[in-house]
């Protein structure tokens, strides 16, 4: 199945850059990186995916490593709003592209 | 637009007790899953579809029956409830193309 590792945790000031990372060893050539985030109570957000080439949107940036093993969530101008947790997925080509969600990396935002 | 609406939002079950989740969305999209999430953990996908009359078991579909007659809806039919089954259930859609998934609100369920 596919994996990716992130860090449990991780803590901001607000509108400072965030940096959230994470790694998927076993990712193959062809299933697509996915953020997305889970507000307290609600369903998870969409935030990016991307391929190969690093990729932009008004929510955030996500840089993706040449040889795919890792990838890094970035947001620009953290606000409190921001405070989430953040999944890292990639989805599994082999298998319908099925989404195979992790743990996720819960972001604090300090005002 | 609604986007994807589910009920209830929440719902105690005795054990040995049935019920059926709705979710709907309003944006023809022919993709829709089933995921339920534990506290503390990440979603696990239970049932899933590619369009009207198509459907397929994700990771943990015990327990549970789908159906799927109509583009706009996905209902998730739970049989003989057991406190297993306790979780927070979301609905989600999306188009197929770009994999990008539009959840709703979720329904939280209890079963003692």
């Known amino acids: 199945d596919a994996k990716t590792t992130q860090p449990n945790s991780m803590e901001s000031n607000e509108e400072e850059p965030v940096h959230l990372p994470c790694n998927h060893s076993?990712?193959?050539?062809?299933?697509?990186i996915h953020w997305y985030r889970q507000l307290p109570s609600q369903g998870p957000e969409y935030v990016i995916h991307?391929?190969?080439?690093?990729v932009n949107n008004r929510m955030a940036s996500l840089a993706i490593a040449e040889d795919r093993k890792s990838s890094t969530l970035i947001l620009h101008r953290a606000t409190l709003r921001d405070a989430a947790v953040y999944y890292c997925i990639h989805d599994n080509a082999g298998n319908n592209r099925k989404l195979i969600w992790g743990l996720g990396t819960s972001l604090a935002v300090n005002p | 637009n609604a986007g994807v609406t589910q009920t209830p939002k929440f719902r105690i079950l005795k054990i040995g007790q049935s019920m059926t989740l709705q979710c709907t969305q309003d944006m023809n999209h022919n993709y829709m899953y089933w995921y339920r999430q534990d506290p503390g953990m990440g979603l696990k996908l239970i049932y899933y579809?590619?369009?009207?009359?198509?459907?397929d078991k994700g990771e943990v579909p015990n327990g549970y029956n789908v159906s799927r007659s109509t583009t706009e809806d996905f209902p998730l039919r739970l049989e003989l409830a057991a406190p297993s089954q306790t979780s927070v259930y979301f609905c989600?859609?999306?188009?197929?193309?770009?994999?990008?998934?539009?959840f709703g609100p979720g329904t939280r369920l209890t079963v003692t």
């Open positions: 076993t990712i193959s050539g062809t299933d697509y």
């Open positions: 579809s590619v369009g009207a009359g198509i459907t």
């Open positions: 989600a859609s999306g188009t197929g193309t770009t994999y990008e998934q539009y």
């Open positions: 991307g391929l190969t080439s690093n």
